[in-house]
């Protein structure tokens, strides 16, 4: 759809009817960077109500049918003791170090210990490696950096009703549920590491 709300409506509507009489626990939205979040969020909400939902924007999004450049994703979970809560964290770019801090604290809040975060930060801006490097090593952590508009170097995220740009959306998520995660990458050492200290670019042109 063209328009934010419609998009995030239909996306929400798929994601209910595959859920059947299930009822939804949380949610994760996947938005296209060109749409108004605000729009998106809203008409997610229409059809979730007050359900917990955290996202982010991307150049295209992903599902089994393969990628969408100008289509909302929205995955739901659900389950029969699974609690979420959504938090919002708008100065993260500026400060990461702070927001590490209030993320810490808000853990300490909790009356129920959490049992996995999810997040998504700015892909752009902030040290995202700080925020990882803070939380303790047996909560399990997963997420992203959300990308955008290359050119001036933007990208939201959204938080329940909150998006905007610059910031960092998580989820504390616990219940009755098991969290696996694994990390792997292609690449693979050849030699010794060396410290590049100089580089130079040539051209060279040719004609008939």
């Not at 150049?59 to 809560?85: C, F, R, Y």
């Amino acid at each position: 759809a063209l328009d934010g709300r419609e998009a995030g409506l239909q996306a929400t509507h798929q994601a209910l009817n595959s859920l059947e009489t299930s009822t939804s626990a949380f949610g994760i939205v996947i938005v296209p960077y060109r749409y108004d979040p605000q729009q998106v969020i809203s008409g997610v909400a229409s059809l979730l109500g007050n359900t917990p939902i955290i996202g982010f924007s991307t150049t295209a999004t992903l599902t089994q049918d393969g990628q969408h450049p100008q289509s909302v994703v929205v995955a739901l979970l659900s389950g029969e003791d699974i609690q979420a809560e959504a938090h919002w964290f708008p100065s993260y770019a500026q400060s990461s170090q702070d927001i590490s801090t209030r993320l810490m604290q808000l853990l300490d809040y909790q009356q129920r210990p959490t049992q996995s975060i999810l997040m998504f930060a700015d892909g752009f801006n902030g040290d995202a490696e700080l925020m990882c490097n803070s939380i303790p090593n047996h909560l399990p952590v997963m997420g992203g950096l959300a990308s955008g508009e290359l050119h001036t170097g933007t990208s939201f995220q959204i938080a329940g009703s909150q998006s905007g740009m610059s910031g960092l959306s998580a989820a504390f998520l616990r219940g009755n549920f098991k969290v696996g995660i694994g990390l792997g990458h292609g690449w693979q050492p050849v030699g010794p590491r060396a410290r590049a200290t100089r580089a130079t670019c040539s051209a060279a042109l040719a004609g008939e």
